[in-house]
């Protein structure tokens, strides 16, 4: 896919500093969140690069401000000034994950990512990032602090020869049996009950043509119990203890 694989292809940890009016952009933490002017430095002297974005804050529990110290973001690219030569070459729309409360849970969900990547390429790819967040209104700097870069939907869609859909109510056995089972078997695994095919919570889609079987891509892995976070609770209505204790949320297929 050309530029647009580089960042996915290693493991290393990429260092960054977001900067701009950040304060601002933290408190922004309504329903409709609105975008603000940024960059994004990665690199260090002389071959630092400096990309002008646009972010705001995103998610539904991660965005409430009583629940966690930072929003997830977007990061939103313009191919027009982005370099070519960078690793956010042909990025478009990316979602960073931020810490909730400590960014140790952080590294847990991406090796959670890690590890799906090795059950089925239909799986969202990971970058773990070391972040400073720089307020250049107040001219404040954090601590660096550890948070995911996740592929975006349609690139994901791409490299598996499918386009994205989406369709509320869908029932489970109108997806791609395999798929579906190796899905349902690995949240099971991993402790996960946040998730569900019929309300595409957490869940994304994705078919090889308009005739084909959606297959199901999870993503948000927070809430599972080998992350351990200690915000994550079940639903009341699975009537489980905690995200340590285990419920098959899938179906028996024919």
Not at 131 to 138: I, N
Not at 159 to 164: A, D, P, V
Not at 208 to 235: E, Q, R
């Amino acid at each position: 896919m050309g530029q647009t694989s580089h960042l996915f292809d290693t493991d290393e940890v990429l260092e960054l500093n977001l900067r701009g009016d950040l304060k601002k952009v933290f408190k922004d933490r309504g329903e409709v969140s609105e975008y603000n002017q940024a960059t994004l430095q990665y690199g260090n002297n002389p071959e630092t690069v400096a990309i002008p974005i646009i972010i705001k804050t995103r998610g539904h529990f991660r965005k409430i401000s009583s629940n966690c110290d930072y929003p997830p973001l977007y990061l939103n690219f313009k191919k027009s000034t982005t370099p070519q030569s960078s690793v956010f070459a042909g990025q478009d729309k990316m979602k960073l994950v931020t810490p909730c409360q400590g960014d140790k849970y952080v590294i847990y969900e991406y090796l959670v990512y890690k590890l799906y990547n090795l059950v089925t390429p239909r799986s969202f790819k990971a970058r773990l990032v070391k972040v400073t967040y720089q307020d250049t209104v107040k001219n404040k700097s954090s601590d660096p602090y550890y948070g995911i870069l996740l592929e975006e939907e349609k690139q994901m869609a791409r490299r598996n020869q499918s386009s994205s859909f989406e369709k509320i109510g869908l029932r489970p056995i109108s997806t791609r049996k395999e798929d579906f089972l190796k899905m349902a078997i690995f949240e099971y695994m991993i402790g996960n009950t946040d998730w569900s095919i019929q309300y595409q919570q957490n869940i994304k889609l994705i078919r090889t043509d308009s005739t084909s079987l959606p297959i199901a891509v999870p993503y948000d892995f927070d809430h599972a119990g080998i992350v351990k976070a200690p915000y994550a609770n079940p639903a009341p209505e699975l009537k489980l203890s905690s995200t340590l204790q285990r419920r098959y949320r899938g179906y028996c297929m024919p």
